[in-house]
C-alpha cells in the first residue's frame, strides 16, 4: 500500500509539471470586498486598467454575508488587451494542432442582477473559450436584460455563418447557473459544444474553428483555451453604474488528456491507484 501511495504522489508531481494546474474555482470567498484588481490572480490578460488608468464597474461586495463580483458596462473596453475580470489561466485545451494538452474544457458559474428593476442597455459578454496569450476565443456567451427578464445568448458558429441560441425570460433576482463544455476534435468542423442553463441542457453547439479557417480570423485553427473572462464592451452604458450583475461559484477545468501517462503507468493505474489512496485513507480515519 506505501508503494502504492507514493505512486500516486510521484504521478501526481509528474502530472503537475507537465500539464499545469488542470481547474481553478472559487467562491470570492478569499477575496477582499472592493476593486478585484490585484486579488488572487485576477488582474486580466495584459494590463491592470483600462486606458488611461480608469478601471471597469467592477468589484467584489459582501452580498448578506456571502462575497460575490459585480461587474456592469457603465465602463467599458473596446480592446481585449485592456484588462477584463480575468481569473489565472490553467493548462491549455484544444485540437493538437494547438499545443494543447487536453481535449475538453468546461466551466460555469451563478449570476443574477443587482436589483429586480429592469437596467436597460446591461449587456455583458464572456468569450466562452478564452486563452490569455491571444486574447481569442472560441464563442461568446451574452448576459442581457430585457424587458422580460435576464437573457443568455450563445454564439457559435455554423456553416461559416454566426447563430445564436437564446434562453430568456430568466428572474432578475434569482440565482442562475450557467455551464458550457466544450470538446475540441482534430479537423475542421468537429468541434462539439453545450450550454446548460439551470439544470436544462442546450446541444448541437459548436465552437469558432469555421470562423477561424473561413473569415479570416486572426489564427488559421481555432485556439486552444485555458480561462475565461467577464467583459464589457460596446458604448458605456452610465444609467446602470453600481448596478449590472451578480457573479458567484466561478469555476472551470479541462479534462482528456492528449498524452497518455507513459507505460506502466496508464491512466487506469493511475485512478486504480487513487481509489487504493482514497480507501486507505477513509480506513485510517
Same mark, same amino acid.
Given at each position: 500500500?506505501?508503494?502504492?501511495?507514493?505512486?500516486?504522489?510521484?504521478? +501526481?508531481?509528474?502530472?503537475? %509539471? *507537465?500539464? @499545469?494546474? =488542470?481547474?481553478?474555482?472559487?467562491? $470570492? &470567498?478569499?477575496?477582499?470586498?472592493?476593486?478585484?484588481?490585484?486579488?488572487?490572480?485576477?488582474?486580466?490578460?495584459?494590463?491592470?486598467?483600462?486606458?488611461?488608468?480608469?478601471?471597469?464597474?467592477?468589484?467584489?461586495?459582501?452580498?448578506?454575508?456571502?462575497?460575490?463580483?459585480?461587474?456592469?458596462?457603465?465602463?467599458?473596453?473596446?480592446?481585449?488587451?485592456?484588462?477584463?475580470?480575468?481569473?489565472?489561466?490553467? +493548462?491549455?485545451?484544444?485540437? %493538437? *494542432?494547438? @499545443?494543447? =494538452?487536453?481535449?475538453?474544457?468546461? $466551466? &460555469?458559474?451563478?449570476?443574477?442582477?443587482?436589483?429586480?428593476?429592469?437596467?436597460?442597455?446591461?449587456?455583458?459578454?464572456?468569450?466562452?473559450?478564452?486563452?490569455?496569450?491571444?486574447?481569442?476565443?472560441?464563442?461568446?456567451?451574452?448576459?442581457?436584460?430585457?424587458?422580460?427578464?435576464?437573457?443568455?445568448?450563445?454564439?457559435?458558429?455554423?456553416?461559416?455563418?454566426?447563430?445564436?441560441?437564446?434562453?430568456?425570460?430568466?428572474?432578475?433576482?434569482?440565482?442562475?447557473?450557467?455551464?458550457?463544455?466544450?470538446?475540441?476534435?482534430?479537423?475542421?468542423?468537429?468541434?462539439?459544444?453545450?450550454?446548460?442553463?439551470?439544470?436544462?441542457?442546450?446541444?448541437?453547439?459548436?465552437?469558432?474553428?469555421?470562423?477561424?479557417?473561413?473569415?479570416?480570423?486572426?489564427?488559421?485553427?481555432?485556439?486552444?483555451?485555458?480561462?475565461?473572462?467577464?467583459?464589457?464592451?460596446?458604448?458605456?452604458?452610465?444609467?446602470?453604474?453600481?448596478?449590472?450583475?451578480?457573479?458567484?461559484?466561478?469555476?472551470?477545468?479541462?479534462?482528456?488528456?492528449?498524452?497518455?501517462?507513459?507505460?506502466?503507468?496508464?491512466?487506469?493505474?493511475?485512478?486504480?491507484?487513487?481509489?487504493?489512496?482514497?480507501?486507505?485513507?477513509?480506513?485510517?480515519?
Amino acid at each position: 500500500m506505501v508503494r502504492q501511495i507514493m505512486c500516486v504522489l510521484t504521478l +501526481a508531481v509528474l502530472a503537475g %509539471s *507537465a500539464w @499545469g494546474v =488542470t481547474s481553478y474555482s472559487t467562491d $470570492f &470567498s478569499e477575496f477582499s470586498t472592493g476593486s478585484f484588481v490585484g486579488q488572487q490572480g485576477w488582474l486580466g490578460n495584459a494590463v491592470s486598467g483600462l486606458a488611461g488608468g480608469s478601471h471597469l464597474d467592477e468589484e467584489i461586495v459582501d452580498l448578506n454575508g456571502n462575497k460575490v463580483f459585480r461587474l456592469s458596462n457603465a465602463v467599458t473596453s473596446g480592446n481585449y488587451s485592456y484588462t477584463h475580470p480575468t481569473p489565472p489561466a490553467i +493548462a491549455l485545451a484544444g485540437e %493538437s *494542432a494547438t @499545443g494543447a =494538452t487536453h481535449r475538453q474544457f468546461t $466551466f &460555469s458559474f451563478d449570476f443574477r442582477s443587482t436589483t429586480a428593476d429592469y437596467q436597460e442597455g446591461l449587456v455583458l459578454t464572456s468569450p466562452v473559450g478564452y486563452r490569455h496569450s491571444t486574447a481569442s476565443r472560441n464563442g461568446l456567451l451574452y448576459l442581457s436584460d430585457t424587458p422580460t427578464g435576464l437573457s443568455v445568448t450563445f454564439w457559435d458558429v455554423m456553416g461559416g455563418a454566426f447563430r445564436s441560441t437564446v434562453i430568456g425570460g430568466l428572474a432578475r433576482t434569482e440565482w442562475h447557473t450557467v455551464s458550457v463544455s466544450m470538446l475540441f476534435n482534430d479537423g475542421l468542423a468537429n468541434d462539439v459544444a453545450a450550454l446548460t442553463i439551470n439544470g436544462v441542457d442546450y446541444t448541437g453547439l459548436t465552437t469558432w474553428e469555421q470562423y477561424y479557417a473561413t473569415a479570416g480570423g486572426p489564427q488559421p485553427v481555432v485556439e486552444g483555451v485555458d480561462g475565461i473572462i467577464f467583459r464589457a464592451a460596446g458604448a458605456p452604458v452610465g444609467s446602470v453604474a453600481g448596478g449590472g450583475f451578480y457573479f458567484d461559484n466561478v469555476q472551470y477545468s479541462v479534462s482528456a488528456p492528449i498524452q497518455a501517462i507513459p507505460e506502466p503507468l496508464t491512466m487506469a493505474s493511475l485512478l486504480s491507484a487513487t481509489a487504493g489512496l482514497a480507501s486507505y485513507l477513509r480506513r485510517r480515519r
